[in-house]
């Protein structure tokens, strides 16, 4: 349906309505989907990132009201690792993805929107736990293994799945995201990182479907997919995790309203499906 603009007489203005061009006005909801930042992997034998948290659903608004909009940063690759940011869209708020555990301090995973894995090394008794999810938005990480074969490290949660354990010669998967077609095209956001593993003759773990990165043996851990909450991976031996991906922020409302009023942020501005749709990959405004 096109946007229709202008002067129009009562009589053009019916002939729209029945044609389904043009209804106007201010939505009185949006539709939304808000991805925090991915956790960044563990250092050495590192647990991979958990996926940012991914909220969805319906919110009203208010005519000539500006809603905030903040995209979070993915967790910076390093020693030690770190927890994505937060996303935001007025009074929503997806909590950033919980970093991997690492082998210099921190080996258990943090807790975040999709929690981090376990290290792979830590003590030789006990595995290393992952962090926990938050409710509604993700879910834990897998833990290390306990200085099993290769040392390998628990994947990071995924929103639509829990992270996969570190065992014996296998690094942990990243969990799955979830899939949602509101920008248009089925694109699946927020999978954890894979867990990392050392040896010759083991298997690292793979990013889980929606941005996770995978793990190598014994190198940098691959990185979060850039706007998809994507966790970083584990690094290998003595090597960094990779960095998490950064979130997004996209709305959409039926395409017989009209657009925006204004915008900042520079947000993509895109018409599919029957609907307006705004995607924002940096932080910004929106104002109906």
Not at 87 to 97: D, P
Not at 117 to 133: I, R
Not at 135 to 158: D, F, H, L, M, V
Not at 212 to 233: F, Q
Request: without cysteine; proline residues 2%; glycine residues 32%.
């Amino acid at each position: 349906m096109s946007q229709l603009s202008g002067v129009w007489t009562l009589s053009q203005v019916s002939q729209a309505v029945q044609n389904g061009q043009w209804l106007g006005g201010t939505p009185p909801t949006v539709e939304y989907l808000v991805v925090a930042g991915g956790g960044s992997g563990g250092w050495s034998n590192g647990g991979g990132g958990g996926a940012g948290g991914l909220l969805t659903g319906f919110t009203g608004t208010i005519q000539g009201s500006s809603i905030t909009v903040t995209v979070g940063a993915g967790g910076a690759a390093g020693n030690p690792s770190a927890n994505g940011s937060n996303s935001v869209f007025g009074n929503i708020t997806a909590t950033g993805g919980g970093y991997g555990g690492n082998e210099t301090s921190n080996y258990y995973g943090n807790i975040g929107g999709s929690g981090g894995g376990g290290d792979g090394y830590g003590n030789s008794t006990s595995a290393m736990l992952a962090g926990s999810g938050t409710s509604g938005q993700g879910n834990a990480g897998g833990n290390g293994s306990a200085r099993a074969t290769g040392n390998p490290g628990g994947g990071g949660g995924g929103a639509g799945t829990i992270g996969f354990v570190g065992i014996a010669n296998v690094g942990g998967n990243g969990g799955a995201g979830i899939a949602s077609s509101i920008s248009g095209t089925v694109t699946t956001y927020a999978g954890g990182g894979g867990g990392a593993a050392t040896s010759p003759g083991t298997t690292a773990g793979i990013g889980g479907v929606g941005g996770g990165g995978s793990a190598s043996l014994g190198t940098t851990g691959g990185s979060g997919t850039a706007n998809t909450g994507g966790g970083g991976a584990g690094g290998g031996n003595s090597s960094n995790g990779g960095a998490g991906g950064s979130g997004i922020v996209i709305i959409r409302y039926p395409s017989s309203y009209k657009l925006a009023a204004s915008t900042t942020g520079s947000p993509s501005q895109t018409t599919a499906n029957g609907y307006i749709i705004y995607t924002f990959t940096a932080s910004g405004s929106i104002t109906f």
